[in-house]
C-alpha cells in the first residue's frame, strides 16, 4: 500500500513541509519512507524505486488512493484510465495496481495508519538535517530499526515477519527506471534554458541552440545527443 504524507522538518535551519512517500507492505507491516519537496509524479516513481530496493523486491500488487501521478480518469466502478507514464513504470516493474473506490481511503488503512506512525515516532522532536538527503538518510535509518518492533497479534516481529514475505516479492529489474520528466528545451541568448519558470545557466562552450532536459526530484539534467553537459 502506497500514500502521501506532509511532516515538518528543518533542513538547513528553516522549517519547511516536506511530502512523505509511505509504502508498507501488507503481510509483514515492513516500511518505508522517503520525504521530497513536493508530491511531483517523478518523486512519486523515485520513492517507489528507493521503496523496491528496501524491501529487496517488488510487491505484486500495490494499492493506491486515485491520485494524479497514477490516474488520469475514474471511470465506472473499479475501473481507472491510468497516466501512461504510470502504466511504463509499473510494467517495468512488473507489479498490478489496485485503487480505491473514491471517498473510501480505509480501504489501505494500513498504510494510512503508518503515515500517523511515521510522522509521530520517526518525525518528532523535528529532524534537523543540512539536505533532503540526510533527511532520507535518517528516515531509512528509523525503518530500518522498525524491523524489531512486534505488532500486536502478530508472534514475530516485523523483520522476521519481512523474511517470510521476501521470497513472495518479484525480483528487482536488471536496471532501475530513469525517474524523471524529459522536456527539449531551446537555448536563450544568456545561455540559460528554463524549465517550470525556472532558468538554469549552460556552459557557453558546452552551448547548442536545441537540448533535452531531464528533471528529477533532486536535480536537472541538460543533455546534448544524449551526454549531459550540466546538472543543477
Known amino acids: 500500500q502506497v500514500d502521501w504524507g506532509d511532516a515538518v522538518a528543518i533542513i538547513g535551519g528553516e522549517k519547511v513541509t516536506v511530502q512523505v512517500l509511505f509504502m508498507r ?3 509483514s507491516r515492513k516500511l518505508f519512507m522517503a520525504a521530497f519537496p513536493a508530491q511531483k509524479q517523478e518523486a512519486f516513481f523515485e520513492g517507489h524505486v528507493r521503496a523496491f530496493h528496501h524491501f529487496q523486491g517488488v510487491p505484486r500488487r500495490i494499492s493506491y ?30 507489479f498490478d495496481s489496485h485503487f480505491c473506490t473514491p471517498g ?19 518525525m518528532v522532536p523535528l529532524p534537523d538535517v543540512a539536505s533532503f538527503e540526510e533527511l532520507n538518510a535518517l528516515l531509512l535509518k528509523e525503518c530500518l530499526a522498525d524491523d524489531q518492533r512486534k505488532v500486536d497479534g502478530q508472534e514475530v516481529i516485523i523483520g522476521q515477519a519481512w523474511e517470510l514475505e521476501k521470497p513472495h516479492l518479484r525480483p528487482l529489474p536488471a536496471r532501475d527506471f530513469e525517474c524523471c520528466v524529459v522536456r527539449p528545451v531551446v537555448l536563450n541568448p544568456y545561455s540559460q534554458v ?38 543543477h
Request: glycine residues 6%; hydrophobic residues 40%.
Open 104 to 122: 473510501k481511503g480505509n480501504q489501505k488503512g494500513g498504510v494510512e495508519h503508518s503515515v500517523g506512525f511515521g510522522r509521530r515516532n520517526f
Open 194 to 231: 528554463e524549465f517550470e519558470t525556472n532558468r538554469y545557466s549552460v556552459p557557453v562552450d558546452l552551448a547548442q541552440p536545441n537540448l533535452v532536459l531531464k528533471a528529477f526530484p533532486f536535480r536537472i539534467d541538460v543533455l546534448h545527443l544524449k551526454e549531459v553537459i550540466v546538472s
Open 65 to 94: 488512493d486515485n491520485l494524479k501521478a497514477a490516474v488520469q480518469k475514474v471511470l465506472e466502478g473499479s475501473n481507472r484510465q491510468e497516466q501512461q507514464s504510470f502504466i511504463v513504470f509499473r510494467s517495468h516493474y512488473l
Open 25 to 27: 507492505l501488507s503481510y
